[in-house]
């Protein structure tokens, strides 16, 4: 169990394997939820990523004793890794906050969709989570709850898609993204400063729909500073000239007294030119792609130590292994981050990681 504190935040994963029994598992979540009954914790949100070695109706079990937390009910994003191995890895991550340091705690739900939001540090945020099959339509509910919770859609930080068959739906589902952005006044252009990060790979929840994560932040104008982060090697996924036409930041940063934020977009070994490089070279590709994380944080003014939550996504699991061995070389801290077995956004993409950072 690897646990990353700042002020009043806790940033807790656990890492686990396919080979886990049920009662392993359920055994681990014991472990995490006494832990943060003892910290007296709220849960915003758990983050699940699972093969199908687990059932509906355990996973519900697992889950029971979050449906009775006082003052909000969390977030619970459940992602199933699409990996036809046997021997898929998977983990839980969470973001908790010490019950005393909320206020203002309210809640949104609807067919498929959670949101939160709570004033934390002089601050307003919100965390969402959405199941959908019609991204268009899932941006319609989205735009609706941010203005009844009082956020805009230029207040969006970051955003992680787990879209179910990528290979298929990718493109569908980045046009409805633009249209959200383009409804919404918000640009899209190299240096728009507005553009929130992002993850898109594949995932889908038990009833097989894509899931969305988001989150979102806002204050005074003269308390929050929000800074794009680029990465001097790669191009921006800027919609028009990219391949599949994503649209999304590199990384953003926020800074606010006490408390910086880095939010790192997928990130993949992809060229200045928008091209896969080193493909179907998966230890070429980890290393580059473990390059442009360092780039990222080193302009935020991070290092690798301050991820406190991330994920490692990849087509294999012996890419785990050289994965693992390279950090060990590298000195890069991989424990924080949740291996997936799944499928990336362009067939010759075999590797990708996003995380968040915190100093």
């Not at 619970?76 to 898929?88: H, L, N």
């Not at 030119?273 to 290393?287: A, L, Y």
Request: with cysteine; net charge positive.
């Amino acid at each position: 169990m690897n646990i990353h504190k700042k002020g009043s935040q806790y940033h807790i994963s656990v890492v686990l394997s396919r080979e886990n029994s049920f009662n392993q598992i359920k055994s681990m979540y014991t472990s995490l939820f006494k832990l943060v009954n003892e910290l007296d914790l709220v849960i915003v949100y758990i983050k699940t990523f699972w093969g199908n070695q687990i059932s509906k109706e355990d996973k519900s079990n697992l889950f029971s004793t979050l449906y009775d937390q006082k003052l909000v009910k969390p977030l619970i994003i459940d992602v199933q890794q699409t990996a036809k191995t046997k021997e898929a890895v998977c983990g839980v991550c969470l973001l908790g906050i010490e019950k005393q340091a909320l206020s203002e705690v309210k809640e949104f739900h609807t067919d498929g969709g959670h949101y939160i939001a709570y004033q934390y540090k002089d601050c307003r945020y919100l965390w969402g989570q959405h199941e959908f099959i019609n991204a268009e339509f899932m941006f319609e509910q989205c735009d609706y709850i941010l203005r009844t919770l009082d956020f805009n859609p230029t207040d969006i930080l970051r955003t992680w898609f787990y879209l179910n068959n990528i290979n298929k739906n990718y493109i569908t589902f980045n046009n409805a993204r633009k249209k959200f952005f383009y409804q919404n006044k918000i640009d899209y252009s190299d240096k728009a400063n507005d553009l929130p990060a992002s993850t898109g790979i594949e995932g889908k929840s038990l009833t097989g729909n894509s899931v969305m994560q988001l989150t979102a932040m806002q204050g005074k104008k003269d308390l929050i500073r929000k800074k794009r982060i680029y990465n001097k090697d790669q191009n921006e996924a800027n919609g028009d000239q990219y391949q599949f036409s994503p649209t999304f930041s590199r990384a953003m940063l926020t800074d606010i007294p006490g408390l910086r934020e880095l939010h790192i977009s997928g990130t993949a070994s992809i060229g200045k030119k928008g091209e896969t490089m080193f493909t179907h070279e998966g230890i070429r590709q980890i290393e580059t792609t473990l390059r442009y994380v360092n780039y990222l944080l080193k302009d935020a003014g991070m290092t690798p130590f301050d991820i406190c939550e991330g994920t490692v996504f990849m087509k294999n699991k012996e890419l785990h292994n050289d994965f693992v061995n390279i950090c060990n070389k590298t000195k890069f801290p991989h424990e924080r981050l949740i291996p997936v077995i799944t499928n990336i956004c362009r067939d010759n993409l075999l590797f990708e990681i996003d995380a968040i950072a915190i100093n």
